[in-house]
């Protein structure tokens, strides 16, 4: 009966204030207060914890009068109301999909038998509900720092020590919990989340440039490489020194001091440049680089973008499920709007399977499970990760977002974190920059690549589009053609008003596809539906029929998130997308401003004609390079159906099975790569056809080494590849590889004097002319050599002996080795050993080493008379099971002293009046004592062993 009540006593109250100067909001709060009264009773606030954190349970007056000036009300239901129930009363803020904050009290008489309570709200609202858990474990004289948006034209809000602001409208403060409804009371604070700690998104490195056409553009387009384009890393700094991104670091000044191996992976997906093997190759690979460090999660200043040209932002990070439009989603699509050209590229997440803690779709495992605020943004590009064959692993984070939008928009490869897929989607974004700054003499905006690579998408998981993987796997081939095929339109549009596009089919078009996308204006914080804009896409063809674009449920419900895609009218997103299957003639696509209060719009469409009946071959690309012996993944786009037969040639006349029964739909067939040196054609055989690849090539991968590494020059060597005609050796002396010499030989004398790098590789040249595989590439510093020595250790054995080991890099006009041991401060040979050909590993026996430590080291002499001298190695003697040796002597700071046997034995040190300056315990055949705190004299080491001393020597501290 309370809410039949309550429901007379609203009706009966807005009469009275229709015949009198009342102040509504006043009595509706008598009014609610009345109800509260009733309603706890049955509601006991100890256990709601949504009615303690934001109803007003004790002084109704404050929410009243607050700087606000507004009562908005704490309603829960029974059951889900539905958005459009919920609008009537003006939805504030969603906090579950039972609680709301709503500007009314739910009136309608069947509405309010869903109402479990209204109360009062209480300012908390505009804070997130992870920064409210952090208060409530916090004692009332505790602090809390925090982040804030400020109302810039009020001025800066009390209760708090504002510590640092940012962009004039967002402040890190820090305020004590007792203080704390008096500060979120004030107007001039918008809203306040916590600050919280990002974590990267990556589980173990990988890389696959084939499945999103990567390798295919880099092959078919070989001067789209992202020159001339920056890109930024906003997380901790890579290694600016790695050899696949050596020299293309541009500073900020914004970059962390934390040096990072997940930024260096996500720096090399993105323009690696190739240099340390085929894997080192990213998407770019000759775009710069430059960092900004993600501990501020707000966009960075855009001067600092303009000043440096950077005009893409990659963000592999998370701060855990975050399911509300807060203040980073609302800067990010402020700066888009504003910047047009700035393209931020987002990670989804790792939390796939995971269920929100908060928000409308909370305690619904596997859904709306992005890891950031940021990633609820309009205007940003989020990527899912999928595996090698477009599935999507469980942990890839999946949407819709807060209010129901599509997140993430696209996926790509992403198998180890979905880190992977967000530097593998800017890395093709970047790509597409340049394509377009190719054509056109400009960056293009930020909105437009991004509704490309949503229309050039491959469509995966359900059809046309879902919550998990969007609008489809990102397809760089297609995208970089829809840009040279100018494939794309703008315009504007106002309230009510809009524009209409003609676009004739080409004949044979088995679908068309058209997407539309417009940089929204940002919504206010905590706003409970993003979109601002709104503007309506369908398409009609010449008989008059009209296609909507393509809508998801939001309703919060797995089964409802997890439906099939209809046509319809859609309210939510600032990306749309119709589909026509066997269209003709000229279609119109008609685009108009439902409502746009903040217009007019500028909006961008894409359209794709996918033919009726095709087959392309995608991987190898033409000209490619494979390591013969590898697996690859073969791929290919079809629309035919059922199954062929593979086959390989290496003369493009006499055919190899590779595989019978192949399914077409798939795509794809792993293939182990023939050990040949030769040019290599496919061709997929179906019952009517044959579809033969362009050739490709397959070589041996070469095993590069170090012979030596001397003060004057280097030596490298590699096994011979068989029917090679010569050699290509390649070395990194700026950014990029470059050929350092042609050679018929096996190996190569590299002088230090005239040649500055010391990064380097080789392919081998078959006997048409052209080059194979690249060596991983080495540095030569870095394997360990001296000059010629790989290594000479020195093994004391049972008998008093040292067997000496020596392993050469090269013979290379090596005569002889002599072999020599530290005697009376001066090396004295042992005796001598001719080099033999092709024998690189020597050993010989000391029969009479020293007691004690002996030093070795062998002089190899030079066919020319040279010497050239190795390190040592050492080698310690003990005649006796009770032998013991003390050294160095005299001694700076640390005595090492050796022992035959592990007993635990008492040392103490005396000095030379007989004063006990140490004692301790040791056990080990080796142990190192410090004396760095004893002052210089003359001082003795004794051994006592079951009271008995076993050891005693005079030794001197420097």
């Given at each position: 009966m309370v809410p039949l009540i309550a429901l007379a006593l609203i009706n009966a109250l807005r009469y009275i204030i229709s015949m009198r100067h009342i102040v509504a909001r006043s009595l509706l709060v008598l009014l609610l207060l009345f109800l509260h009264l009733q309603l706890s009773a049955r509601q006991q606030p100890g256990t709601d914890t949504l009615l303690k954190r934001y109803a007003n349970l004790i002084n109704t007056k404050a929410v009243k009068d607050s700087g606000d000036n507004a009562v908005f009300y704490l309603v829960r239901f029974r059951v889900y109301p539905g958005t459009g129930a919920l609008n009537r009363y003006g939805i504030v803020k969603v906090l579950n999909r039972l609680y709301f904050i709503l500007q009314q009290p739910v009136t309608d008489t069947t509405l309010l038998h869903n109402v479990v309570y209204t109360y009062p709200a209480n300012n908390n609202w505009k804070s997130s509900d992870q920064l409210l858990r952090q208060l409530e474990k916090l004692k009332d004289h505790d602090s809390l720092r925090l982040q804030l948006t400020l109302d810039t034209s009020l001025a800066l809000p009390e209760w708090c020590h504002i510590q640092r602001i940012q962009a004039k409208r967002f402040a890190i403060a820090r305020v004590r919990k007792q203080d704390w409804p008096q500060f979120i009371a004030q107007a001039a604070v918008r809203s306040a989340d916590a600050i919280r700690q990002p974590k990267t998104e990556i589980i173990i490195s990988g890389n696959d440039m084939t499945l999103n056409r990567v390798s295919t553009v880099q092959q078919l387009y070989p001067n789209l490489q992202g020159a001339n384009m920056t890109v930024s890393l906003k997380e901790n700094l890579f290694d600016t020194a790695d050899t696949d991104l050596t020299g293309r670091y541009a500073d900020a000044g914004l970059a962390s001091d934390i040096i990072d191996s997940h930024a260096t992976i996500m720096g090399t997906l993105i323009a690696g440049a190739g240099n340390s093997g085929p894997e080192g190759k990213g998407a770019a690979p000759q775009a710069r680089l430059s960092s900004s460090d993600f501990a501020n999660l707000l966009p960075d200043d855009a001067t600092v973008y303009g000043r440096l040209g950077i005009r893409l932002q990659n963000h592999s990070y998370g701060t855990g499920i975050e399911n509300y439009y807060g203040a980073e989603a609302m800067a990010y699509d402020q700066q888009i709007v504003a910047m047009d050209t700035m393209m931020h590229v987002f990670s989804s997440g790792n939390d796939g399977d995971q269920a929100a803690p908060d928000g409308i779709y909370s305690g619904i495992p596997g859904w709306a499970n992005l890891s950031g605020t940021y990633k609820q943004a309009k205007n940003v590009l989020v990527a899912g990760g999928t595996d090698g064959g477009n599935l999507l692993p469980v942990g890839s984070a999946k949407g819709p977002a807060y209010d129901g939008r599509v997140k993430p928009e696209l996926a790509a490869y992403g198998l180890d974190g979905t880190s992977n897929a967000s530097a593998l989607t800017s890395g093709i974004s970047t790509l597409v920059q340049d394509a377009y700054r190719q054509q056109f003499g400009q960056t293009p905006p930020a909105v437009l690549v991004k509704t490309i690579l949503i229309n050039s998408a491959d469509d995966i998981g359900n059809a046309h589009v879902d919550y998990s993987s969007g609008y489809g796997a990102v397809n760089a081939l297609l995208a970089i053609n829809a840009v040279r095929e100018q494939r794309f339109r703008s315009g504007s549009a106002a309230n009510g008003s809009g524009q209409d596009i003609a676009l004739t089919v080409p004949a044979g078009t088995g679908q068309v596809k058209i997407t539309l996308g417009w940089p929204d204006p940002p919504a206010a914080e905590n706003a409970p539906k993003a979109l601002v804009n709104d503007l309506d896409l369908w398409v009609t063809n010449a008989a008059g029929n009209r296609y909507e674009p393509w809508i998801l449920s939001s309703f919060p419900d797995a089964d409802s998130l997890q439906a099939p895609a209809r046509r319809g009218r859609d309210t939510l997103n600032n990306t749309e997308q119709?589909?026509?299957?066997?269209?003709?003639?000229?279609?119109?696509?008609?685009?108009?401003?439902?409502?746009?209060?903040?217009?007019?719009?500028?909006?961008?469409?894409?359209?794709?004609?996918?033919?009726?009946?095709?087959?392309r071959w995608d991987n190898p690309a033409p000209g490619s390079k494979l390591a013969a012996g590898s697996t690859i993944p073969l791929r290919w786009a079809t629309s035919r159906t059922g199954t062929g037969t593979l086959y390989y040639s290496l003369d493009s006349v006499r055919w190899n099975t590779i595989i019978l029964g192949q399914s077409l739909a798939e795509g794809t067939y792993s293939?182990?790569?023939?050990?040949?040196?030769?040019?290599?054609?496919?061709?997929?055989?179906?019952?009517?056809?044959?579809?033969?690849?362009?050739?490709?090539?397959?070589?041996?991968?070469?095993?590069?080494?170090?012979?030596?590494?001397?003060?004057?020059?280097?030596?490298?060597?590699?096994?011979?590849?068989?029917?090679?005609?010569?050699?290509?050796?390649?070395?990194?002396?700026?950014?990029?590889?470059?050929?350092?010499?042609?050679?018929?030989?096996?190996?190569?004398?590299?002088?230090?004097?005239?040649?500055?790098?010391?990064?380097?590789?080789?392919?081998?040249?078959?006997?048409?002319?052209?080059?194979?595989?690249?060596?991983?590439?080495?540095?030569?510093?870095?394997?360990?050599?001296?000059?010629?020595?790989?290594?000479?250790?020195?093994?004391?054995?049972?008998?008093?002996?040292?067997?000496?080991?020596?392993?050469?890099?090269?013979?290379?006009?090596?005569?002889?080795?002599?072999?020599?041991?530290?005697?009376?401060?001066?090396?004295?040979?042992?005796?001598?050993?001719?080099?033999?050909?092709?024998?690189?590993?020597?050993?010989?026996?000391?029969?009479?080493?020293?007691?004690?430590?002996?030093?070795?080291?062998?002089?190899?002499?030079?066919?020319?008379?040279?010497?050239?001298?190795?390190?040592?190695?050492?080698?310690?003697?003990?005649?006796?099971?009770?032998?013991?040796?003390?050294?160095?002597?005299?001694?700076?700071?640390?005595?090492?002293?050796?022992?035959?046997?592990?007993?635990?034995?008492?040392?103490?040190?005396?000095?030379?009046?007989?004063?006990?300056?140490?004692?301790?315990?040791?056990?080990?055949?080796?142990?190192?004592?410090?004396?760095?705190?004893?002052?210089?004299?003359v001082y003795v080491l004794a051994l006592y062993e079951g009271g008995k001393e076993v050891f005693v020597r005079k030794w001197v501290k420097l």
């Open positions: 119709v589909t026509i299957d066997n269209p003709s003639g000229v279609i119109r696509v008609h685009i108009s401003g439902a409502s746009v209060p903040q217009g007019p719009q500028p909006f961008y469409i894409s359209y794709q004609y996918t033919p009726r009946s095709y087959f293939w182990q790569v023939p050990d040949v040196f030769s040019k290599v054609w496919l061709r997929m055989l179906l019952n009517d056809t044959a579809y033969v690849s362009q050739a490709f090539y397959v070589s041996p991968a070469p095993e590069l080494h170090v012979g030596f590494d001397c003060t004057d020059s280097a030596m490298l060597y590699w096994p011979a590849i068989p029917n090679a005609s010569g050699y290509e050796v390649y070395a990194l002396t700026g950014t990029h590889l470059s050929v350092y010499t042609r050679t018929n030989n096996t190996s190569v004398i590299i002088p230090k004097a005239t040649v500055g790098g010391t990064w380097f590789t080789i392919s081998a040249i078959h006997r048409d002319g052209w080059t194979g595989v690249q060596a991983n590439g080495l540095d030569y510093r870095n394997q360990g050599l001296s000059c010629y020595v790989s290594a000479l250790l020195a093994d004391p054995q049972d008998n008093q002996r040292v067997v000496l080991a020596l392993s050469l890099g090269s013979l290379y006009n090596l005569r002889t080795i002599w072999w020599e041991r530290l005697s009376a401060g001066s090396f004295t040979p042992l005796q001598s050993t001719p080099v033999s050909s092709g024998v690189t590993d020597y050993t010989i026996t000391d029969d009479s080493p020293q007691q004690g430590i002996n030093l070795y080291r062998v002089r190899l002499e030079t066919t020319d008379g040279r010497m050239i001298l190795s390190d040592t190695a050492s080698a310690v003697i003990l005649t006796d099971e009770n032998a013991f040796f003390l050294y160095p002597n005299p001694v700076p700071n640390t005595l090492q002293l050796l022992s035959r046997s592990s007993t635990e034995r008492l040392c103490r040190i005396v000095d030379i009046s007989g004063r006990e300056v140490r004692r301790l315990i040791v056990t080990n055949t080796q142990e190192s004592i410090d004396v760095a705190g004893l002052a210089p004299g």
